[in-house]
């Protein structure tokens, strides 16, 4: 039986805390994705600063998701616990499906989120077969994840990888300073999901984690402004 406690690895005193920087943290990448979407406006023939928005998004829903559903079974822990002491012995099982549940749409928007930036990445295109599988593996991953934290973060941790490595492949090509602020920033949340892997074993790493993630986001966003302004100025 897997209980809802094994889906939080946030520390008892991180509680509330943990919550705050997602939410800081969907709003940041909601931000990016407006200006993804205003870089599509300046340049409506270039679909790929849509699917760019679209991927940013995706991943800003899925932090809401992630707090709503942390929210709810740290509200729930108290009430099972209650319960469990006075009432039901085994009550803890019924309250293991909503963090769950909640935890498996969070990592499939994650992860197709990741998908849609890694695919941008790519001269193919957002549409092709290689990507097609790669989004049936997803689906794949996204299931097994729910039974273990570790799947989830490494598929993350791959993504991110080749994500980063592409925009340094860029920057060496052609020199450009903003292609250089995403690959780093894109390091930095690489980093994130590297620490977010061990967090099963020490939960004070989840502090850690949610910190460079949130660092990460943030540089990205000020890279996203920086390359609006220069849309704009050569508009």
């Known amino acids: 039986m897997v209980y809802w406690l094994d889906f939080v690895y946030s520390p008892p005193w991180f509680y509330g805390k943990d919550i705050a920087i997602d939410i800081i943290s969907a709003v940041v990448v909601l931000l990016i994705g407006v200006f993804s979407f205003r870089n599509f406006l300046l340049d409506k023939k270039n679909y790929r600063h849509l699917f ?3 991927a940013f998004v995706i991943l800003g829903g899925s932090f809401i998701l992630k707090t709503l559903t942390n929210i709810l079974s740290h509200h729930q822990y108290g009430i099972s616990k209650y319960l469990t002491g006075f009432l039901i012995p085994n009550i803890i099982p019924k309250y293991s499906l909503l963090p769950a549940l909640g935890f498996l749409i969070y990592a499939s928007m994650t ?6 930036l890694y695919a941008l990445t790519s001269n193919k295109g957002i549409i092709s077969t290689d990507y097609l599988i790669i989004a049936y593996f997803i689906i794949i991953s996204t299931y097994f994840a729910r039974f273990n934290y570790f799947l989830f973060y490494a598929t993350s941790f791959l993504f991110l990888i080749a994500i980063t490595r592409r925009y340094f492949l860029s920057y060496k090509k052609t020199k450009y300073r903003n292609t250089f602020y995403l690959g780093t920033s894109f390091g930095v ?3 994130s999901q590297l620490v977010f892997i061990f967090t099963s074993s020490n939960h004070t790493l989840y502090v850690l984690a949610e910190l460079i993630q949130l660092i990460g986001y943030l540089f990205l966003l000020y890279t996203f402004v920086m390359v609006l302004r220069n849309a704009k100025k050569k508009k």
């Open 52 to 54: 760019l928005s679209l």
């Open 189 to 191: 949340i690489t980093l």
């Open 111 to 116: 992860l197709f989120g990741f998908y849609i």
